[in-house]
């Protein structure tokens, strides 16, 4: 049961370099989500979609972007990193059926920008 | 907008001892509530959920119940044990059936058992 993957699981940038993280799920969920964690801030979200070919912005988007080319698929983009984005990455997804409305996490990308 | 409030840490108990994580939260719509627990080096898993008042979620002798009026799901656990230790989420979904925009999370307690 695969789940939720997230490729890679760790990565040093350097300040300015670009990097994509690559985010897979096998249960045909519409929606996927993008978070970041930080020490004290909990889990805030960066972008979302709601189905393939479809992005949104969250709570913290900025120096980010993304991409849904196909449903299973949910691709995270530094274009130009910073040491502000050093942070743990999660994806998420989930149906959007009414009664059944847990998220389901990948493993993380601990990312560091020096 | 929706928020959660929880309990910052880290709580430091004894194993075996009675454990309370306070939740409360804000919300615009009829949420439906969830802990999630993330132990070290692992992504989040969801550890109970309820989805309307008076509802108790449970697992791995973990409870919580979906306090509508006090807007809280605290979650409760009689004996803990040193592989508890871990980070717990508390999180909101609203609207409950389609929150597109996500989970609303609270900024993680972090519990250590101790031995």
Redesign the interface.
């Known amino acids: 049961n695969a789940g939720v993957t997230q490729t890679p699981k760790f990565r040093v940038l350097k300040t300015g370099q670009s990097m994509t993280l690559l985010c897979a799920q096998d249960m045909n969920h519409e929606y996927m989500y993008w978070y970041r964690q930080d020490p004290g801030m909990g889990l805030r979200l960066i972008h979302y979609s709601v189905g393939e070919g479809t992005t949104a912005k969250g709570e913290v988007p900025d120096g980010y972007n993304v991409s849904r080319l196909k449903k299973q698929n949910f691709l995270l983009g530094l274009e130009s990193a910073a040491p502000s984005q050093t942070s743990v990455y999660f994806c998420a997804s989930k149906t959007p059926r009414r009664m059944n409305t847990e998220a389901f996490f990948g493993q993380g990308t601990r990312l560091t920008v020096v | 907008g929706d928020s959660v409030t929880q309990m ?1 840490g880290p709580v430091t108990l004894s194993e075996e001892a009675f454990l309370t994580i306070n939740c409360t939260y804000t919300a615009t719509g009829y949420p ?1 509530l ?1 802990w ?1 627990v993330q132990y070290p080096g ?5 550890l109970l ?1 309820a ?1 309307k008042a008076d509802d108790k979620g449970s697992n791995k002798g973990f409870e919580a119940t979906y306090r509508k009026e006090t807007t809280s799901f605290h979650l409760e656990k009689g004996s803990v044990q040193v592989s508890d230790s871990a980070v717990y ?1 508390c999180a909101l ?1 609203d609207p ?8 609303t ?4 307690t972090h519990l250590i058992i101790q031995p």
Request: charged share 20%.
């Open positions: 910052e439906s969830f999630y692992e992504g989040l898993q969801l959920k989805t989420f979904s409950p059936g389609g929150g597109a925009d996500g989970l999370f609270g900024k993680g």
